[in-house]
T-cell receptor, first 115, second 118 residues
Framework: AQKITQTQPGMFVQEKEAVTLDCTYDTSDQSYGLFWYKQPSSGEMIFLIYQGSYDEQNATEGRYSLNFQKARKSTNLVISASQLGDSAMYFCAMREDFGNEKLTFGTGTRLTIIP | EPEVTQTPSHQVTQMGQEVILRCVPISNHLYFYWYRQILGQKVEFLVSFYNNEISEKSEIFDDQFSVERPDGSNFTLKIRSTKLEDSAMYFC????????????????FGPGTRLTVL
């Protein structure tokens, strides 16, 4: 079974608009971390933002924020005021805190910002 | 800001040859990882390494793969006899702590080595 599901293979958004990238996850652990990484065309993986399973507030980091809905097991990434440089692949990932150290990634969403 | 570095950025090799991919993790990090990403696919975990030994490995990490920390700064991934299907981007990552030690800790990735097996 997929542990991380990203249902949007590609999205096109007008510059300066906000965009939401969806991510749902599956775990029976109580303690886990959720991460978003950006992969531009150059290929590197850039850490964007983190949400812990016990965090009561949604994480924010500059123009990035998470809409974390624990009961629905979703952690959607919101990018406000999108810029051309936001065009990239975006990966959602989960780390189950006990017994596993690895990150499990989703299949990614390719975001294209239209000028 | 400290970062993970990887060399080479691109490696081309013939099938059956051995390759060594090199990584320098962030200096105060204790946990090291290798991931790979076949072109157009998701990132997959290969192996984690702590205190000079493998702490977890995936089913991809078979006997053809090995990891080593030969000195205080480098972390290497060796593929003994490369196959065509080993062609991928290989990412090294490091973290200061594990999830159960510090749930906020993050794995930071290097820029990757693109391995092409001909």
């Amino acid at each position: 079974a997929q542990k991380i599901t990203q249902t949007q293979p590609g999205m096109f958004v007008q510059e300066k608009e906000a965009v939401t990238l969806d991510c749902t996850y599956d775990t029976s652990d109580q303690s886990y971390g959720l991460f978003w990484y950006k992969q531009p065309s150059s290929g590197e993986m850039i850490f964007l933002i983190y949400q812990g399973s016990y965090d009561e507030q949604n994480a924010t980091e500059g123009r990035y924020s998470l809409n974390f809905q624990k009961a629905r097991k979703s952690t959607n990434l919101v990018i406000s005021a999108s810029q051309l440089g936001d065009s990239a692949m975006y990966f959602c990932a989960m780390r189950e805190d006990f017994g596993n150290e690895k990150l499990t990634f989703g299949t990614g969403t390719r975001l294209t910002i239209i000028p | 800001e400290p970062e993970v570095t990887q060399t080479p950025s691109h490696q081309v090799t013939q099938m059956g040859q051995e390759v060594i991919l090199r990584c320098v993790p962030i200096s105060n990090h204790l946990y090291f990882y290798w991931y790979r990403q076949i072109l157009g696919q998701k990132v997959e975990f290969l192996v984690s390494f702590y205190n000079n030994e493998i702490s977890e490995k995936s089913e991809i990490f078979d006997d053809q793969f090995s990891v080593e920390r030969p000195d205080g700064s480098n972390f290497t991934l060796k593929i003994r006899s490369t196959k065509l299907e080993d062609s991928a981007m290989y990412f090294c990552a490091s973290s200061r702590a594990l999830g159960w030690e510090d749930s906020t800790d993050t794995q930071y990735f290097g820029p990757g080595t693109r391995l092409t097996v001909l």
